[in-house]
């Protein structure tokens, strides 16, 4: 398998994320759906791009499977969860840039744990995008204490492990469609979850609002399914920060475009940065790409 595999899946990821970021928030901005309700949604979307992936793929029944799906799923599903939660307990200015660290936890663990290694350039092109990362979720505001730091720290904790097993369960030979179904399963799982901290399942909404929330979180869906499938070809250490740098990106260039809405100074900064730290990953990964071939 080529070492540049990983790339075409990231790209369909940071297309599907960063349409989706642009348009998530409607459902509850336009017609109060709860968030809760859209965790629902969600989770039911996921079977669509789950039952796509296991075409012509056997589901893997061994047990190693079962344990890094489960782990992958449950910490990404308890992750949106607890970010609700927190959402009704503080404000996303301060909540956010927490959680945008998880891409470090990743790469941390997968240096680490799994011996990654990374080139002087690549190295610096990760640091860029984490330096990003945070650039895009900085807010300005009063800053506060309270129990959703505790719960932003955790929703950073479980992301970016679970970005991590989804590249060991890779290296387990695990494949991507048996690792996607787990976390469908894992998050229907968590429904009566859902349910319960929305307080019951609303019925007077207007149909608008369930309907948006399917398309929207279809395209979130989708771009989990890429995720699982760039993870699986390349290194966590490079996937992790590159996604969640360049989906920002298009996420504020759709938003310039539809709502006329023009970024921030540290938003600003962090395309930038977003965009170069890409581009040296990029480049190093095909270099050393080109150097096995002539070898």
Same mark, same amino acid.
């Given at each position: 398998?080529?070492?540049?595999?990983?790339?075409?899946?990231?790209?369909?990821?940071?297309?599907?994320?960063?349409?989706?970021?642009?348009?998530?928030?409607?459902?509850?901005?336009?017609?109060?759906?709860?968030?809760?309700?859209?965790?629902?949604?969600?989770?039911?979307?996921?079977?669509?791009?789950?039952?796509?992936?296991?075409?012509?793929?056997?589901?893997?029944?061994?047990?190693?499977?079962?344990?890094?799906?489960?782990?992958?799923?449950?910490?990404?599903?308890?992750?949106?969860?607890?970010?609700?939660?927190?959402?009704?307990?503080?404000?996303?200015?301060?909540?956010?840039?927490?959680?945008?660290?998880?891409?470090?936890?990743?790469?941390?663990?997968?240096?680490?744990?799994?011996?990654?290694?990374?080139?002087?350039?690549?190295?610096?092109?990760?640091?860029? *995008? +984490?330096?990003?990362? =945070?650039?895009?979720? %900085?807010?300005?505001?009063?800053?506060?204490? $309270?129990?959703? #730091?505790? !719960? /932003?720290?955790?929703?950073?904790?479980?992301?970016?492990?679970?970005?991590?097993?989804?590249?060991?369960?890779?290296?387990?030979?695990?494949?991507?469609?048996?690792?996607?179904?787990?976390?469908?399963?894992?998050?229907?799982?968590?429904?009566?979850?859902?349910?319960?901290?929305?307080?019951?399942?609303?019925?007077?909404?207007?149909?608008?609002?369930?309907?948006?929330?399917?398309?929207?979180?279809?395209?979130?869906?989708?771009?989990?399914?890429?995720?699982?499938?760039?993870?699986?070809?390349?290194?966590?250490?490079?996937?992790?920060?590159?996604?969640?740098?360049?989906?920002?990106?298009?996420?504020? *260039? +759709?938003?310039?475009? =539809?709502?006329?809405? %023009?970024?921030?100074?540290?938003?600003?900064? $962090?395309?930038? #940065?977003? !965009? /170069?730290?890409?581009?040296?990953?990029?480049?190093?990964?095909?270099?050393?790409?080109?150097?096995?071939?002539?070898?």
């Amino acid at each position: 398998m080529r070492r540049t595999g990983w790339i075409p899946y990231a790209g369909l990821l940071v297309l599907f994320w960063g349409v989706w970021g642009a348009f998530s928030s409607l459902p509850t901005s336009e017609y109060g759906y709860p968030d809760g309700m859209v965790y629902i949604i969600w989770s039911i979307t996921m079977i669509i791009p789950a039952v796509a992936a296991l075409r012509g793929n056997t589901f893997d029944r061994r047990p190693i499977a079962a344990f890094y799906g489960l782990l992958v799923g449950l910490t990404g599903a308890g992750g949106q969860l607890l970010l609700f939660k927190a959402l009704t307990m503080g404000p996303a200015y301060i909540i956010f840039p927490i959680i945008a660290l998880s891409p470090a936890i990743t790469v941390i663990m997968a240096l680490v744990a799994l011996k990654e290694r990374l080139t002087r350039l690549a190295l610096i092109g990760v640091v860029l *995008a +984490l330096v990003a990362i =945070v650039l895009f979720s %900085v807010a300005p505001g009063d800053f506060a204490t $309270g129990p959703y #730091l505790l !719960l /932003a720290v955790l929703i950073c904790i479980a992301w970016g492990v679970q970005a991590y097993y989804m590249r060991k369960a890779a290296t387990a030979g695990v494949n991507d469609a048996t690792t996607f179904s787990w976390m469908t399963i894992s998050g229907l799982v968590l429904i009566p979850v859902a349910i319960l901290m929305t307080g019951g399942v609303p019925v007077d909404f207007p149909w608008q609002a369930p309907t948006l929330a399917a398309v929207t979180q279809l395209l979130n869906a989708v771009g989990a399914l890429f995720l699982v499938m760039a993870m699986s070809r390349g290194k966590a250490s490079v996937v992790a920060p590159i996604t969640n740098a360049l989906a920002p990106v298009l996420t504020i *260039a +759709l938003s310039l475009a =539809v709502y006329q809405t %023009v970024p921030s100074v540290y938003q600003t900064a $962090g395309i930038v #940065l977003a !965009l /170069a730290g890409s581009t040296l990953m990029v480049y190093t990964t095909e270099k050393n790409a080109e150097q096995l071939v002539q070898a």
